[in-house]
């Protein structure tokens, strides 16, 4: 791959980017992002960051070669530890977990005070970002999905405002599933959530086998509850 044509999992990312910004992007391996958005004139500024030597250096060998030097910075360090306080206005995390991506965004949460959007690519659990976001006064305005090379990614975008407006009265299946995705109900989301309801019962199969504890029916329980909700949604 090459920062001339991105991945369509990055390339859902990269749409959300607002036009001019100045950008951080975390994790950003081979910086295709960031060189993407700076050779088509899309960002004024950006900051790579890595906290491993080898995609570090993936980045830096990237950004010399197709001579961004003077519009992107590749920095070395954890998180949000290469950025300082109003330096960027817009954060892009793109394919870790969303405990991970969560983890990140709460480390560094001094380091958010002038940022306007967050653009946040989960692998897994989404769940969790949507949970930080909301105890944390971001509001989600809008998400995306699709498949690519059979996997399913989706993309959630947040910026400073009342994190409980996209929820409404579908608090439990909107963290889940998400309000945006669940309103649009694409082929993508639908595939997705079926597949994670075979995975609930496959699960719940080697309960039922198993030693009859307070944590193993508690567990039932829980996974009773995820695949009623989700069948609710599919069957509306």
């Known amino acids: 791959m090459n920062s001339e044509k991105l991945s369509d999992r990055l390339n859902m990312v990269a749409r959300f980017v607002p036009k001019a910004a100045k950008l951080a992007d975390i994790g950003s391996d081979h910086a295709y992002l960031p060189c993407f958005l700076a050779k088509k004139g899309l960002i004024t500024f950006a900051i790579a960051g890595e906290v491993v ?14 001579g961004l030097l003077d519009v992107i910075d590749v920095r070395m360090g954890d998180g949000l530890d290469v950025i300082v ?8 995390i793109a394919g ?35 949970k930080w976001l909301l105890d944390n006064e971001w509001e989600l305005i809008e998400e995306n999905i699709l498949e690519e090379d059979g996997k399913i990614y989706e993309a959630l975008v947040a910026e ?21 995705l669940l309103q649009k109900k694409e082929e993508a989301f639908k595939k997705k959530w079926n597949l994670e309801m ?10 039922e086998k198993a030693s009859g504890t307070i944590e193993t029916a508690q567990k039932k329980q829980e996974l009773l509850q995820k695949i009623n909700l989700v069948k609710g949604v599919l069957g509306e």
């Open 198 to 207: 075979m995975n609930w019962h496959r699960v719940y199969n080697q309960l």
């Open 85 to 92: 306080p109003g330096e960027v206005e817009c954060i892009t």
């Open 160 to 180: 400073k405002g009342d994190s409980m407006k996209p929820y409404q009265e579908k608090m439990e299946s909107g963290l889940l599933l998400g309000p945006f």
């Open 53 to 66: 030597l080898g995609p570090f250096e993936s980045a830096r060998k990237q950004v010399l070669e197709e």
């Open 96 to 130: 870790m977990g969303g405990t991970l991506i969560a983890g990140i965004l709460e480390r560094g949460k001094d380091k958010l005070t002038s940022v306007k959007r967050l653009v946040l690519q989960p692998n897994i659990s989404a769940i969790t970002i949507r």
